[in-house]
């Protein structure tokens, strides 16, 4: 979507999240969670993704979220307004819409194995993600949130699982699963 409509990501992304700063600001928030994304890696091919080693930005998404990250850090720096950054990667969980048109990859997957359909896997399906189960996610917001950790504060942190799998591995494994539960 960034691609085809890169004004748009811009204004919702980079001045939405302008206005939620300097609402903290005049209101003297104590701390400020944030949605990051992995997407601010690029074009890195370092794995594990670690936070200070970043690529390439592919995308006008991807630079609202590094725009984001920096500007958190200027707030802090100028304002004096603690924040705590979370670069979700692929997340999934119940009730993901398969027919969005950005529909993640593992309700798409799983919808056309119930509908007896292919599957189909971009290149040789060798390409790697790391994918996190929502319930993960909010932990790591509460988390965030309520830590009394000093050092936490002020960082970006990866919210994922610490485990890859191929394209290939995770169509398989939903195949399975599926298989083994007789839905399919």
Known sequence: RSINKPLDTHNSNVNGFMNMLLASKENVVQRF????SSSVYGDSTDSPKVEDKLGNLLSPY????????????????????????????????????????YAAVIPLWIKRFLDNEEVVINGDGNISRDFCYV???????????????????????????????????????IKQSLEARKII
């Open 62 to 101: 991807a630079l609202t979220k590094r725009v984001n990250e920096n500007y958190a850090k200027i707030f802090q720096d100028c304002y004096d307004l603690n924040f705590i950054g979370l670069r979700y990667f692929n997340v999934f969980g119940q009730r993901q819409d398969p027919a969005g048109p």
């Open 33 to 36: 969670i944030f949605a990051s």
């Open 135 to 173: 319930k993960n996610v909010v932990q790591a917001n509460i988390l965030a949130a309520v830590t009394d950790n000093k050092e936490a504060l002020n960082q970006v942190f990866n919210i994922a699982c610490e485990r890859s799998c191929t394209l290939n591995e995770l169509a398989s494994l």
